[in-house]
């Protein structure tokens, strides 16, 4: 088994960049205090995904990453994943979960089927708060069957995540030469892809003008990459500006970022786990 197949390393960083953003002063301390509880649950479940797959391999998706689900693995992890997020979820977020662990296993299936179809391809409705319990929990296993397919070489730009078809989440610039490169994350499956640095990757737009940049003084690595065409903005991390930044941890800590945007009427394409 590989380490990308683990996982373990992934979701140390992870962690560990959340205990180092989390600060007495932030806003978003709240958020990362309970985004390392729900990443430390997804560090073991993705070892035992990993430790399942090597009892009883499964192939790699043939019809692509959404195709069934593996209840057998799953399931008996669900009830522990529930208190994990009932005991240091926010008020609201925990009596969800508190709701949800009353309810027979069938509607867990469905839930998380639902999720497991919908989920950054016809969700656009569903808000991070109400897919919050499926997507966290499925993030391991999405990122554990990627890890499991082969990748063919991208030839253009795609709006849309080549391996899964959801919309991204975030961007990432990484150092190229005297600049960097830009690339999108995908917000299912964890993935990235490179994309183009003057384009839109909601409508397409590439008219410089169009597409403001906004970069807060304080966190100059975090920037707001909006566009007056379609209204809409993704988030960037600039990781030739941070070589220690975590592109999914630090847009979570990124709340000054999202209030400004919004206030400047431009709305996030897709939310982040927990609709920072
Ligand atoms: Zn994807
Ligand atoms: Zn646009």
Same mark, same amino acid.
């Given at each position: ?10 979701? &140390?960083? %992870? ?6 953003? @989390? ?12 985004? !390392? ?5 997804? !560090? ?21 990453? %959404? ?28 009596? @969800? ?112 003008? &169009? ?19 379609? &209204?809409?903005?993704? %988030? ?41």
């Amino acid at each position: 088994m590989t380490a990308e197949q683990t996982g373990g390393t992934q979701y &140390k960083t %992870r962690i560990a960049r959340a205990e180092q953003l @989390s600060s007495p002063h932030s806003a978003a301390t709240e958020f990362l205090d309970f985004y !390392k509880q729900v990443a430390s649950f997804q !560090k073991l479940l993705r070892a035992n995904i990993a430790a399942a797959h090597e009892v009883k391999p499964s192939s790699a998706p043939k019809a692509g990453l %959404r195709e069934e689900l593996d209840f057998t693995v799953l399931l008996p992890h669900f009830r522990g994943y529930l208190s994990v997020i009932e005991q240091h979820a926010p008020p609201a977020l925990a009596e @969800s979960a508190r709701q949800m662990a009353l309810l027979a296993s069938d509607s867990w299936i469905a839930s998380l089927e639902a999720y497991w179809q919908h989920a950054g391809r016809y969700d656009q409705q569903v808000g991070a708060f109400a897919q919050f319990p499926a997507r966290a929990f499925l993030q391991p296993y999405a990122e554990f069957r990627t890890s499991l397919m082969a990748r063919a070489p991208l030839v253009g730009t795609t709006r849309l995540c080549p391996l899964c078809g959801s919309r991204p989440l975030v961007g990432v610039l990484r150092p190229e030469g005297d600049g960097g490169k830009r690339f999108l994350l995908c917000s299912f499956c964890s993935q990235e892809w490179e994309f183009r640095r003057i384009l839109c990757p909601t409508c397409g737009e590439e008219a410089e003008d &169009k597409l403001p940049v906004y970069v807060a003084e304080e966190t100059p690595h975090v920037r707001v990459e909006a566009c007056d065409t379609c &209204k809409f903005y993704l %988030r960037t991390i600039d990781l030739t500006k941070d070589g220690h930044a975590v592109p999914l941890v630090d847009d979570l800590a990124a709340i000054p970022h999202t209030l400004w945007a919004h206030e400047q009427g431009y709305s996030r394409l897709q939310p982040n786990l927990l609709g920072t």
